[in-house]
């Protein structure tokens, strides 16, 4: 019998107990073993829920429990959660975990923990919710060099953006939405400023290097400047607006960024909506893959946590490696990126904006306003030319 203990019982914990309850009979089957939930760990009581005797506020009763095995981390936060998971691994507990947080912050250290106790630290979950990607780049994408990573890594923004373009709605208003179906963290900052997707791309990045990618360094823009008025304008050039996490290889360096971007209609993440996440793979050998599904939610996120706990028990006693030292990335200015920009001005400044970008696009706009989308030009020749420019209201990348 495999005994899985949970650390937090918040939305992905109860998720895990649900999913490896409900489908215990063919979890069991495809592990060759039985597998049950012996303990979760939770600060809070749970008084009447139905695994209310498994419930335990002590860590040490798990750490020192030697039928447990396997531990699922859904707590987040890296204060606890990294403690505890550094225990955990000392003792030979494989550890399975949907905390980007702590992967993105100790990634290499606890993945080198598991290694010298022959167990797993395991991290599907940390990254597009339900979506395999994590597994399918440390072993169906092994044989590649990874060109380039478009990932669409955040539910609720995509929601969020989904909901302003579709209904014209405003932003509190569909932040409060995503929230209340708990796509979003705790804290809304985390999702609306691009943290968490920048998180999740320093992960992805760092698997398509080898290296540590550290999540500091990448440029990180958020959703928050966007307006109803910015959709009108992408809808007039049959555009979309997605906030995009990109991670490329320029010549050996990684060049990464999240920011909002405008993507033409048959760009392949232009129908990813809602809370779905995908990620647009680019390999030098297997071309483009793209990875689709449920980026946020209780059942995805838990869904893939239990893949994991899956893995871990068809691999007992023995580490599953991962080509990820703590060695830094080297790393490419993303200024040197070349595109176009849509720019929205007041429409006092228009002549200024004619002379200064020559071959710009101008975009019919709105009483006041002077809106153009710019020929392509490096992010720094861009800056040094809109930083002159005064009155200006939003500007939006271009993705071809
Ligand atoms: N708040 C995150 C999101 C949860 O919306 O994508 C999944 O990581």
Sequence with gaps: MIKVAVFGYGTVGSGV???????????????????????????REFPGDRNESKIVHDVNVILDDPEVSIICETMGGTKF?????????????????????????????????????????????????????????????????????????????NYMLTKMAREGSNYDDVLKEAQDKGYAERNPEA??????????????????????????????????????????????????????????DKDGKLAAMVAPFMIGREHPLNGVNDVFNAIYVTGNKVDDVMFYGKGAGMLPTASAV??????????????????????KAPLADFKDNERSFFVRIKQNAKDEAK??????????????????????????????KIVKLSDVINIIRIEE
Aim: proline residues 2%.
């Design 306 to 327: 239990v893949s994991d706990v899956v893995e871990c028990a068809r691999n007992m006693g023995r580490n599953i490696s991962f080509a990820w030292s703590d060695e």
């Design 81 to 157: 959660a990294y403690p505890y998971t550094k225990s955990a691994l000392e003792k030979g507990k494989s550890v399975c975990t949907s905390n980007k947080e702590l992967v993105a912050a100790y990634g290499p250290e606890l993945l080198e923990t598991a290694k010298s106790n022959n167990c797993s630290y395991l991290f599907e979950a940390s990254v597009g919710g339900g979506i395999p990607i994590i597994r399918p780049m440390n072993t169906s994408l092994a044989p590649e060099h990874i060109e380039k990573i478009i990932g669409i890594l955040n539910g609720t923004t």
């Design 17 to 43: 107990v649900d999913v490896i309850d409900d489908n215990n009979e063919l979890i069991s089957k495809r592990i060759g073993d039985d597998i049950c939930v012996k303990y979760i760990l939770d600060i």
């Design 191 to 248: 999702d609306v400023e691009g943290y968490d997707a920048c998180r999740k791309i320093a992960i992805l990045s760092s698997l398509m290097t080898g290296k540590t990618v550290n999540y500091e360094n990448i440029y990180t823009e958020g959703i928050t400047k966007l307006t109803a008025l910015d959709f009108e304008y992408a809808a007039k050039l049959d555009r979309s607006i997605k906030l995009l996490a990109i991670a490329e």
């Design 355 to 384: 002379e200064m970008f020559a071959d710009a696009k101008e975009i019919e706009g709105v009483s006041g306003e002077y809106a153009f989308v710019t020929a392509k030009m490096s992010e720094r020749e861009f800056d040094d």
